[in-house]
């Protein structure tokens, strides 16, 4: 018997085994956001054959996870939340004032010869900044009480109610940020510099591809493994409660 099934989630797989992303990358399967969607819904919505994805995953379930990947399903709650504040929301408070530069530049130089790179960066500031206080909201409310959560043996008190609430608006806030990185790719001809892009441009593409590939694991982490762990977790201390 194979490994992974059809009926298996596509976030389920990743939260497995964290190298098999590369795979769904490459396929372009959403497996953060729509990481809840069976293989086999995955694929047919793609216009993928779901037992060649199969044999694929299978043929690279030996592959090693680098130190990008990290087993956030062996991490306690904690754990993770303190990764994906150190790595993936650091990451993101570095990276934003200098794709800003970068993508305002760009605009301003060669926005004569493609007016889609006024668009590039516009989708670009707007998700900044929604993701900026995304991440405050998780830092502040959500993070703390998954740590509190954790710690508990009875089941705390939170002024949000339960943790489904926020944790809802955290998965539409994530949702969100997909449809706009899906327009930043699609602006930019899937990062993809044309033959006479200037250096700070071709920086400009390869920082959005970086910045895409980052929030797809950072959401993954947290849709697929943080966040239905914490739920849980809140179901077992209310049930012991
Ligand atoms: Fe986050
Ligand atoms: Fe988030």
Redesign the pocket.
């Known amino acids: 018997m194979s490994t992974y099934q059809v009926n298996d989630t596509v976030g389920a797989i990743v939260a497995r085994r964290p190298a098999l992303s590369r795979v769904f990358e490459q396929a372009g399967v959403d497996y953060c956001c729509g990481g809840k969607k069976t293989l086999d819904q995955a694929c047919r919505e793609k216009g993928l054959d779901a037992q060649a994805m199969l044999a694929t995953l299978e043929q690279h379930d030996g592959d090693s996870d680098d130190e990008t990947y990290v087993d956030a399903a062996a991490m306690s709650l904690t754990e993770l939340a303190d990764h ?1 504040e150190h790595t ?2 650091a990451y993101l408070r570095n990276e934003f004032p200098r794709i800003n530069a970068l993508a305002q530049k760009v605009a301003s130089v060669h926005g004569g010869n493609d007016a889609r790179l006024h668009d590039i960066y516009q989708t670009f500031q707007a998700l900044a900044f929604e993701l900026s206080s ?2 405050m909201k ?1 830092e502040q409310i959500l993070f703390p009480f998954v740590r509190r959560l954790e710690a508990s043996t009875s089941l705390p008190a939170f002024h949000c109610g339960s943790i489904a609430n926020p944790i809802r608006q955290m998965e539409h806030e994530h949702q969100d940020a997909g449809v706009a990185l899906e327009r930043l790719r699609t602006l930019s001809d899937n990062y993809t510099p044309p033959d006479w892009a200037c250096n700070t441009y071709r920086a400009m593409l390869d920082a959005l591809a970086r910045f895409e590939l980052d929030m797809h694991q ?1 959401v993954h982490k ?1 849709d697929n493994i943080l966040f239905p762990r914490a739920i849980e977790l809140e179901a077992q201390l209310t049930a012991a409660t």
Do not use: P
Request: aromatic share 0%; glycine share 0%.
């Open positions: 994906i993936h929301h995304h991440m998780e950072h947290e």
